[in-house]
């Protein structure tokens, strides 16, 4: 009688809570596929309607979060977003021409190279001077631009 009342109790409860949980959840999910590097826009989205059980801790649910990255693996379209899957946008592209800077009192040099890896502004970074052929560090300054030493 007593283990009746407690089986009882279990699921009157259990049904309770499973009346607070959300059987679907609106996030953001690309609207085609992304490839990797492939900068991820705000156009670049939907919001969708997902069962709330393929939305996990990592899933990204603000769009505004998902607007700022590159994906970093292939992104079906409308499937949600792993945060593991995406990184913040680079600010200078692997293999990506740069304007390299170098910088005297007095005196400023400019030219060209290639960004031998992705990096942010503030970011170290290694370029290729495609002249001497030479491999350079420097600092990303801005978009595009490299800043060396």
């Given at each position: ?16 809570h ?16 992304l490839?990797?590097?492939?900068k991820?826009?705000?156009r670049?989205?939907v919001?969708k309607e997902v ?6 801790a990592?899933?990204i ?11 970093k693996r ?5 499937k ?10 680079s ?11 170098f ?12 960004a031998?890896?992705?990096a ?14 030479a ?9 595009n631009?490299v800043e060396?030493?």
């Amino acid at each position: 009688m007593l283990r009746t009342a407690i089986v009882f109790a279990l699921l009157l409860t259990t049904a309770a809570h499973a009346a607070d949980v959300p059987e679907t959840v609106r996030v953001p999910v690309p609207v085609a596929a992304l490839q990797p590097g492939d900068k991820i826009d705000s156009r670049d989205l939907v919001m969708k309607e997902v069962p709330a059980g393929s939305v996990f801790a990592s899933t990204i649910q603000d769009p505004s979060v998902l607007a700022a990255m590159q994906a970093k693996r292939p992104l079906p379209a409308g499937k949600p977003v792993n945060r593991l899957h995406v990184k913040p946008q680079s600010d200078v592209s692997r293999n990506g021409a740069v304007t390299l800077v170098f910088k005297r009192p007095g005196l400023e040099l400019v030219g060209s190279g290639q960004a031998l890896e992705d990096a942010r502004v503030g970011d170290s970074v290694r370029v290729l001077n495609p002249n001497s052929r030479a491999t350079l560090v420097g600092v990303v300054v801005a978009a595009n631009t490299v800043e060396v030493q």
